[in-house]
Each structure stands twice: as structure tokens, then as C-alpha cells.
């Protein structure tokens, strides 16, 4: 059985994402340990707040998230949990991110009959050269809650959009690490097969 720990560092809505995975039928942990996490086949990372938070709470995590995907471990961001694995973000411009992935997070520039943040449902169109853990998904119903989204420096790394304002990238892929800017966790069957086709992959 695989060990899949979701790290508790002060940032996340780690109680819902835990019962997501009870309800597919996985055992997940809950933990703050760095030993723990050292021996976890995969990581879940997630994220609630500001870019600078997360990031400040992260910081004494850096080593272990590196040596993590080093080992070509499995890692999953969701909501922040994508944003920090790049660059820098608009959000916090002295606070720089984990630079997993060159690019930066921006925030919304939006006609003034639009919303911020993107709150709701909206449908994902997959990337169809990149598919990954979204098996199954396409054009289907996600629910969101963010005011920034991804700029990746390589576009291969995407693996699906939606339409907010124009055409933004809300999922990434690449090897073992998996990102989405929605949460699957909310996202009623879809999400949920989202996080089956993850475990997979482990």
C-alpha cells in the first residue's frame, strides 16, 4: 500500500482533501513531521490564503518537497499548492516560490462585469498533448476559488485551461508532479476520479 501523506504546514484545507481520499478508498496521514514526509511515496500539497504565507509557513519544508520530487516521488498541488511551485507570484513580490517550475502567478485583469476572485464551477478542456492524472475529465465541471492564475515559461508543462477573461492554464503535468488550480476535493465525481487517476501514477 502507498504512503501518502498530506503535509500539514499551517496552510490548507487538509480536513476535506483528507476525506476525499477515505471516499475513493485510500488511507492518506495528515502530518507536520519532516521524517514522516521524508518517507512518504507521495505528497499532497495544499494551500489556502496569500502567496506569502504559504510560502513563509513552506519555507522550513523547501529540503524535503526538493528531495521529494528529486527522488521522482509523487506530488500533488491543489489551489496554492499549484502557485508555489513556481517562481514568484503578483500576489507577494518579495516572497519568492519554490522555482519547481520556471513562470509567474498572476492576478486577474478582468472587465468590470467580471468577478474576483473566480468563484464556482467552471469546465476544463484538457491539453490533449498532455492529458496526465485529467483521464476522463474533459470539459468537465471544476470548482474554483482564486483571483491569480499561472504564467508557466514552458506551455508543455500544461495539461488543461478553462475560459475566464480569455483562455488560462488551471492544471500542470509533468513526470511525477501534478498541480491544479481548482479544487478536486469539491468537485463532486470528476474530482474525485482526478484524484483516483493520481494514485495511479504512484
Not at 26 to 40: C, F, G, P, Q, Y
Not at 59 to 88: M, N, P, Q, R
Not at 92 to 121: A, C, Q, Y
Request: glycine share 8%.
Amino acid at each position: 500500500m502507498n504512503d501518502i501523506k498530506i503535509i500539514d504546514y499551517g496552510s490548507g484545507n487538509l480536513l476535506s482533501i483528507y476525506d476525499a481520499f477515505k471516499k475513493i478508498g485510500v488511507k492518506t496521514t495528515i502530518t507536520s513531521n519532516k521524517d514522516e514526509l521524508r518517507e512518504a511515496d507521495a505528497i499532497i500539497l495544499p494551500g489556502v490564503g496569500s502567496f506569502g504565507a504559504v510560502m513563509k509557513n513552506l519555507t522550513e519544508y523547501e529540503d524535503v518537497l526538493h528531495e521529494h520530487i528529486d527522488d521522482s516521488k509523487a506530488l500533488l498541488g491543489i489551489c496554492l499548492g499549484l502557485h508555489v511551485l513556481f517562481t514568484d507570484s503578483e500576489e507577494s513580490s518579495n516572497m519568492k516560490g519554490l522555482n519547481i517550475f520556471k513562470g509567474s502567478v498572476k492576478r486577474f485583469n478582468l472587465s468590470e462585469d467580471m468577478k474576483i476572485p473566480h468563484m464556482g464551477w467552471n469546465d476544463i478542456s484538457i491539453n490533449k498533448e498532455n492529458v496526465d492524472i485529467l483521464s476522463g475529465c474533459d470539459n468537465k465541471y471544476m470548482y474554483f476559488v482564486h483571483s491569480y492564475y499561472i504564467q508557466p515559461e514552458d506551455k508543455d508543462i500544461i495539461s488543461a485551461y478553462t475560459d475566464y477573461g480569455g483562455r488560462i492554464p488551471v492544471a500542470i503535468g509533468k513526470d511525477n508532479i501534478h498541480a491544479l488550480q481548482f479544487h478536486p476535493e469539491k468537485s463532486g465525481e470528476y474530482g474525485l476520479k482526478i484524484l483516483e487517476n493520481f494514485i495511479s501514477t504512484i
